[in-house]
């Protein structure tokens, strides 16, 4: 007797284990307000305006003025950039800015696509929208929402717009491409509440699709743009043809997870481990804990308190450039801390690198962009998105310096629907700037294989 029940307990845990594992469930949200004092009275303003950006001979004198007041510290010998942004370094890049970077041409460079505002819950959310120019007749173009992270910036998309928009094979889709900037990011208007966390973009996201007249759309993202875009895809599942990532540290790791952690060196197959795997996960506390601790101290800060680190930064350049430019050093290759020059010019230009820093700069949005992980970690890591499966159909680019490795078995706790898992060749965090042709590439294979499909 004692026997039968217990297998009855057995057998009637396991059903209900996988009766609530194939449960869909859908992430709730309520619309917000994140402008200036209450809602105003009568019609949401729905209008979309052009926007352009701007500089003058104030601004970029302001900006001289400043960069020459700048006091230099030495760095300590030998420590390259094991300590933060070298100093020796800091002045040579400091240099080429004062001298030869040109603010204004790489403002026409952000012009070549069109800029547009519209008003979502209370502020202006900023957005490039890329049109395809010559469209093959009988052919549809593909609508596409592309969202960047910190610190990152709409700009990260550029030289992969034209590639999605234009390919070269005939065979390729042609995607219409939507890049907006996350409010408190770039040229977004900053919330003036507390709370706007990554469901509330994510909610202000679908509404701007919505607005922009798409039923239907893909989505991709890596930094908090995955976490922003898995929001979008939990909120409103049938909306998202496609979620297509290149970042997705596990949330919340279940059982599978633990056991890949614990047994997966000497049983790699069982967990469907790869050489690239073990090398990346293990030792454990080495590369799973060490180097998280040795490049999460920013995040500490930024989770804790924002705005008194981020009062110094938005009143000098040069330090707000040594801030965001260590992380395009060391989270483009961890190796790269060992380098004097942090290796900032292997993978990319001085000049991209400083128009980013410059988009920061000019809006004076570093403090708000830092109050997104107060933001998000507040609310503690328990929220309801974290504990709730994507099932949308999902591709995701495993690119090898990624701050944290993670094995196809990890992504598919997350994502239940992952059609495409693709080591890459090269390339770290910031990808999409870093790689832009495999990033593409990657894009239009996960496209091509759901158009298809569908």
């Known amino acids: 007797m004692f026997t039968e029940v217990l297998l009855a307990l057995v057998v009637g845990g396991v059903i209900y284990f996988l009766v609530q594992r194939s449960k869909r469930h859908q992430l709730k949200s309520e619309d917000g307000w994140w402008g200036e004092g209450t809602p105003m009275d009568g019609e949401e303003d729905l209008s979309i305006r052009p926007y352009t950006v701007r500089t003058d001979d104030e601004e970029l004198e302001d900006l001289y003025r400043r960069i020459d007041q700048t006091r230099s510290f030495p760095s ?14 800091l002045q040579k890049v400091v240099t080429y800015w004062r001298r030869d970077f040109d603010w204004r041409r790489q403002v026409e460079k952000l ?11 209370g ?14 007749e009988g052919v549809t173009a593909v609508p596409l929402l592309m969202v960047h992270g910190w610190p990152g910036s709409f700009y990260e998309f550029y030289r992969m717009i034209p590639l999605l928009t234009e390919p070269s094979n005939p065979s390729d889709i042609v995607f219409e491409v939507v890049c907006p900037s996350i409010p408190g990011y770039g040229f977004s208007e900053a919330p003036h509440k507390k709370g706007f966390d990554s469901v509330c973009a994510a909610r202000v996201f679908h509404k701007l699709m919505k607005r922009l007249g798409f039923q239907q759309f893909y989505a991709h993202g890596g930094d908090w743009g995955w976490l922003v875009t898995t929001n979008m895809a939990q909120l409103e599942p049938k909306i998202i043809k496609g979620l297509h990532l290149n970042f997705a540290p596990p949330s919340k790791p279940g059982l599978p997870v633990v056991l890949s952690i614990m047994l997966g060196r000497s049983f790699p197959k069982l967990f469907g481990f790869n050489e690239h795997d073990i090398q990346h996960i293990y030792p454990v506390v080495q590369n799973l804990v060490v180097e998280s601790v040795k490049e999460s101290g920013y995040m500490h800060i930024q989770a804790t308190k924002p705005d ?12 707000l450039a040594a801030y965001i430019l260590e992380k395009f050093s060391t989270w483009t290759d961890h190796d790269f801390r060992n380098l004097d020059d942090g290796g900032l010019t292997r993978k990319f230009s001085l000049d991209d690198l400083l128009t980013n820093v410059m988009i920061y700069w000019t809006s004076g949005c570093i403090i708000s962009s830092m109050r997104f992980y107060k933001e998000n970690f507040s609310k503690g890591l328990d929220q309801p998105h974290s504990k709730m499966p994507v099932h ?50 990657d894009i239009q294979n996960f496209t091509k294989m759901q158009e298809k499909m569908k």
């Open 76 to 89: 300590l010998e030998d420590s390259q950039f094991t300590y933060g942004f070298n100093s020796h370094y």
């Open 111 to 121: 012009n070549r696509f069109p800029h547009y505002k519209t008003n979502i819950e």
């Open 123 to 136: 502020i202006d959310v900023h957005y490039v929208h890329v049109r395809p120019k010559n469209l093959p």
């Open 308 to 319: 008194t680190v981020g009062r110094g930064l938005n009143d000098s350049p040069v330090g």
């Open 392 to 441: 949308v159909p999902t591709g995701f680019a495993c690119f090898p310096n990624e701050l944290m490795h993670t094995p196809k078995l990890w992504v598919q706790q997350k994502y239940r629907e992952l059609k495409t898992f693709t080591p890459m060749a090269r390339g770290g965090h910031f990808a999409a700037m870093e790689e832009p042709e495999l990033m593409a590439q």
